[in-house]
């Protein structure tokens, strides 16, 4: 699906020894280089207006993640290594552009792939943006700010646990409002704050239908478990990489140099990643939509925002510097809700 772009975006087919992509850029060409990293159910897209308004001297670049838009099919992510083949990715990417270093900016799951790249990559980093990420211990499945898991087997985390009806749809190139499980429905009511409305809705939404579907891709495969949810992660696709079964040991994190700056910034209304997220297995089964619920003593929502800052502070001890902001009235994505705000403080934290 070929997806219009924004007057200031250019859009290029890159091959890299890794991947075939398509890749958005904005800025001239010799600027100091910053990597957009997406989210879930998303692609490139979603970072446009941001890319068009960067500071003068900068030069954006933005992929379909692997997975994701028009990524190349063939290309699966291995969830055993966790954000492993993402952030190689990226790195790839940065190989065959000839740069040598970037400012790095990730939303959701694209926060979930600069943990491993601060990791693995830490001297490529200029500066890291975080955008409402992804714990550092993965997604689902931990009960408290160590990462603790629930279970052995992680049950309640991974692919397994999508939403059918989500699924059908984007299946469909459903865009209508007609279910509360639309993409559509779920761009407008988890993840910006209603009664927000992008002003590139449709384009936003073309990009959610470009998700590549499959037991490989979205929603990936899953393995039964005798532990509530009765479902644990299996080997392929993001939803599956994101579960903690896979996490990195962030103590690598506290250990690498050099060490980057970090902003992390989120906001203030967001249901995807918070202490309580929507989608946590917990939440739904305390609202009693997931039966058989264990109850808060075995799995508890998982503390996603304390466990980020829990790793953070520790990141900071150990030399390293990160700035937490809240962007007030906005959701899962304040660089579409609130894109002044968010550059105001965007823009600070790359050009100090």
Not at 51 to 66: C, N, W
Not at 97 to 102: C, G, R, V, W, Y
Not at 180 to 187: C, H, N
Request: proline content about 9%; some cysteine.
């Amino acid at each position: 699906m070929k997806i219009p772009t924004m007057a200031g975006i250019t859009a290029k087919v890159i091959t890299s020894s890794r991947l075939t992509t398509r890749v958005l850029f904005a800025g001239p060409e010799a600027g100091t280089p910053v990597l957009f990293l997406h989210g879930n159910v998303s692609s490139a897209t979603w970072w446009e207006e941001v890319m068009v308004t960067l500071p003068e001297g900068f030069r954006g670049m933005a992929p379909d993640q692997r997975g994701f838009g028009q990524a190349e099919p063939a290309k699966k992510i291995d969830a055993t290594r966790g954000m492993g083949d993402l952030a190689d990715d990226a790195a790839a990417l940065l190989d065959h552009l000839n740069l040598e270093h970037a400012h790095i900016v990730g939303n959701s799951l694209g926060g979930s792939v600069i943990w491993r790249l601060l990791i693995d990559y830490p001297e490529r980093i200029l500066t890291a943006t975080m955008v409402a990420p992804g714990s550092p211990y993965g997604f689902g499945s931990t009960k408290d700010v160590t990462g603790m898991p629930c279970y052995n087997d992680f049950a309640g985390s991974g692919g397994g646990l999508a939403n059918p009806e989500l699924l059908k749809r984007l299946a469909a190139g459903d865009r209508s409002l007609d279910s509360i499980f639309s993409p559509r429905s779920a761009l407008r009511n988890l993840l910006v704050k209603p009664p927000f409305i992008p002003d590139r809705e449709e384009e936003l939404v073309s990009a959610m239908l470009g998700i590549h579907l499959g037991e490989q891709d979205y929603p990936g495969d899953s393995v039964p478990s005798p532990n509530w949810p009765y479902v644990a992660p299996g080997r392929w696709g993001a939803a599956n990489a994101l579960s903690p079964k896979y996490a990195d040991n962030v103590d690598k994190l506290h250990t690498v140099t050099p060490k980057v700056n970090i902003l992390w910034t989120r906001g203030s209304h967001d249901l995807a990643v918070s202490n309580n997220a929507a989608s946590d297995p917990a939440t739904v089964g305390a609202a009693g939509l997931l039966p058989n619920w264990p109850g808060p003593e075995i799995y508890p929502p998982q503390p996603m925002l304390d466990q980020t800052r829990a790793v953070l502070e520790q990141y900071t001890a150990a030399g390293g510097f990160y700035r937490e902001v809240v962007i007030h009235d906005t959701g899962h994505a304040p660089f579409l809700e609130n894109l002044a705000a968010f550059n105001e403080l965007f823009h600070q934290h790359i050009i100090d």
